[in-house]
């Protein structure tokens, strides 16, 4: 039991040692690094990212890829700003982007499942497809200027001595609602077993293609969800918004230990994953005289050695099974 | 028959497809608390009968009837709930979860909404120790042994309540302790009152523990028999519809050399002290032209280690290797094709075809890599090639162009043969050429062996199957936990001497 959790977590393990250590670098390096409010400002900024990260590391769990989530994150800030700039109500525009949100994953999961079609290629067309319909609404950056979403905004709930938005407070919940649906939910665990071996988990009795159409929902679903959360962060919408998110969303999941063959995940990890990238950003920042991109460099670094690790891993396992 | 304890009948099944009768008025009885044989060849209708029985597939004719009931299962899951469970060849278990979780997935113990972990540990700990079986069932599958992981698929099979239990070609992976151990929990099981039904093709097994027999031969039913009334050589006729001493005699012939004849023969290939660490102890072994050398020995022992050695798969860490009296530096697999030898690997599934190509483009390959990827090799020349191998080693497939996948194993085996026959080595390696090809195919292929030795090729044979050895090989060398012990020739040449020199014996 011991060694078995030893292994299974020396993944998950090495990116928290990881995050300690990019923060006690930069607590030792820059004045003002150490403090609670920047590790705040880490979640606050990356809510968005937390939400559609966690709905990845559901869909990477199967063994699948999505890479329409940046498109559609665009497109729900694009359309909500533009029915709010109509005077639409807030809480109407916000559960009718939660349903389209759910209505597109749901779309490409039956294409997937249905019509065995590719992930990669299904959700490919519907990225082209959800990023041409932000230029359908408008070319031009729409401001957000509706009270609810203003006051969403810009209220700040205390932690101690520092505070954070409302965003985090809805990616922490969705966090915790994905560990729980992960590991205590039959759900859950179906989708393990899909990533593990799909073949088997037909053959065991499991409902595997509702399984996996209920994951795409559910990835539409955290996608619409961190558009909102975006819309709240940006007060905009723009056709441009979060191009190339989805390969920040896989690779905060790679780096938190998830395998993209499927069958391994932890959303703790993607959690972790994300902070990780948060952190990086923060210390580049600091630092003042990097451009920005030397963030992706180093998010590229740590991609390679991750995927490494986890190879390692895997030899050594196949190595003790023989 | 007594309708008393008579616990599933099947009667007049048939399934086409698209024009292919798979099944024809094939009948099944299973009765409460017996092991029943389902024998045939690949291509019989064994799969087709199973899959029709658990949902898999739906059936075009015929009935079901389970205690008396008339059932028809839909999918996997019904038949399941129904009480037919099965244990596939392959493993079919997720090797990423848990042991506990891989026996109860899909109806999970649910507490309060959620997973109850701890009272599924302790029913997976429960399940297992009926079958002898104590292990942590917290660790993920893939940490067990293949043997373990069929006990686990065992115990998921039977915690379903399982009334029937389709047990399909279970022990083809095992070694041999472990199928007496398989042997002891499916007697157990047996005296449960479950009916098992056993698919396999290994005849000794039939005999250890079957009580019936069902025969089936292209798709039709050929005949049900108490074990006691059918000996095994009848059995093989039933099965392939010829008479056994035929057969035998057929492949038997003229190979019988004796001693002698190995001192009047060139050596073609002689490793000295050749070995690699972790995988083989340093051996010498002299191969000489014409003959068929065995290398004789358990699953593990090191035969294929022994063979990777010689085909440069393997990077040899000690010892030389003398090729026609000169001395050759063999260490990739091109190295060893351009030396004229050839090696059919183990599993043909992944170190062998190539699915998605076709019969021609398989064929072709090794050619085509010996005479280096630059020369193209002409398309019409492709298709000769292609079309006479076919002929030659009668193939069964409908074009050279059809994809290998979708051949039956036995012919994809003929066409990894026929790669390697293209490029005329003077030495043809064959590990476990036959495993899992129906008894025709396999005489076919161990009579071209035969035939290809006579013709003066060396031939090295690897097989689990000492009778198959027997047959084919005139030496054997014997290995045992990756040593070389033993060299046997001539009238040593018998199954007694050979078990007891593998089992450690004299």
Known sequence: MKTNLQTKFIPILITFLLLIGLFAFGSFKYTGFFSLQNFLNLLIDNAFLLITAVGMTFVLITGGIDISIGAVIAFVCMLSADLLQKGWNAAVVMVLMLVIGCAFGTGMGILITKFKMQPFIVTLAGMFLARGLCYVVSIDTIIIDNPVYVAISQSRVPIGSGFISWSVVIALVVLAAAYYILHFSKFGRTVYAIGGNEQSARLMGLPVDSTKILVYTLNGFCSALAGLVFSFYMLSGYGLHTVGLEMDAIAAAVIGGTLLTGGVGYVIGTLLGVLTQGAIQTLIMFEGTLSSWWTKIVVAALLCLFILIQRVFTLVKAKKAR | ?506
């Not at chain 2, 005329?424 to 035969?450: A, F, M, S, Y």
């Not at chain 2, 009238?491 to 020199?501: A, G, P, Y």
Request: hydrophobic share 40%.
């Open chain 2, 1 to 506: 028959m007594k309708s008393e304890n008579t616990l599933l009948t099947m009667k007049n099944i048939c399934k086409y497809f698209t024009g292919v009768k798979a099944l024809v008025n094939v009948d099944f009885t299973l009765r409460e608390g017996e092991i029943h044989a389902l024998m045939g060849e690949n291509g019989a209708g064994k799969s087709t009968l199973i899959k029709v029985l658990t949902g898999v597939e739906k059936l075009d004719e015929g009935e079901i009837h389970l205690l008396g009931q008339h059932v028809l299962p839909k999918s996997t899951h019904e038949a399941q709930s129904i009480g037919i469970s099965t244990v596939y060849q392959e493993v079919n278990l997720c090797s990423n979860l848990s042991v506990a979780e891989n026996i109860f997935i899909g109806r999970e113990p649910m507490k309060f909404g959620r997973i109850d972990w701890k009272t599924m540990h302790k029913r997976a700990r429960t399940a297992l120790e009926k079958l002898n079986v104590d292990i942590d069932v917290s660790q993920t599958l893939d940490s067990y042994s293949v043997a373990i992981q069929q006990m686990v698929a065992i115990a998921r099979a039977v915690d379903v309540d399982a009334k029937v239990l389709i047990l399909d070609e279970p022990t083809s992976s095992l070694d041999e302790k472990e199928v007496e151990k398989l042997f002891e929990i499916m007697t157990k099981l047996k005296n449960e009152g479950i009916g098992i039904v056993f698919v396999t093709h290994f005849l000794d097994q039939v005999y250890a523990v079957c009580d019936r027999i069902t025969v089936l031969r292209n798709g039709e039913f050929v005949g049900e028999y108490e074990i006691k009334d059918l000996p095994k050589v009848k059995l093989v006729a039933k099965m392939i519809g010829k008479d056994y001493e035929e057969l035998n005699a057929s492949i038997k012939g003229s190979d019988s050399q004796d001693d002698e004849a190995h001192s009047n023969k060139e050596v073609f290939l002689e490793a000295k002290q050749l070995g690699k660490k972790n995988e083989i102890e340093p051996y010498d072994v002299i191969v000489y032209k014409g003959e068929v050398l065995g290398l004789a020995g358990l699953l593990g022992s090191g035969r294929t280690e022994m063979a990777k050695l010689l085909f440069g798969a393997e990077k040899p860490d000690t010892g030389e290797l003398c090729l026609e009296g000169s001395k050759k530096n063999i260490i990739t697999p091109l190295q060893a094709i351009k030396n004229e030898i050839a090696y059919c690997p183990e599993n043909r599934k992944i170190d062998g075809i190539i699915p998605d190509l076709s019969v021609r483009e398989n064929i072709i390959l090794a050619l085509q890599s010996k005479r280096g990827w630059m020369k193209y090799i002409k398309r019409s020349e492709q298709e000769k090639i292609a079309n006479d191998y076919i002929k030659l080693l009668s193939i069964k497939t409908s074009s050279a162009e059809k994809m290998v996948k979708e051949l039956s194993g036995g012919n994809q085996q003929k066409v990894i043969l026929a790669r390697w026959l293209l490029t005329q080595p003077k030495l043809l390696i064959l590990d476990e050429p036959t495993r899992g090809i129906d008894i025709g195919t396999k005489t076919e292929i161990q009579r071209l062996v035969i035939e290809l030795a006579n013709k003066g090729m060396s031939v090295i044979f690897i097989s689990s199957e000492l009778d198959e050895m027997l047959r084919t090989c005139s030496r054997m060398v014997v290995l045992r936990d990756r040593v070389k012990i033993a060299e046997l020739t001539g009238d040593k040449l018998e199954t007694n001497v050979i078990m007891n020199t593998i089992a450690g014996g004299n």
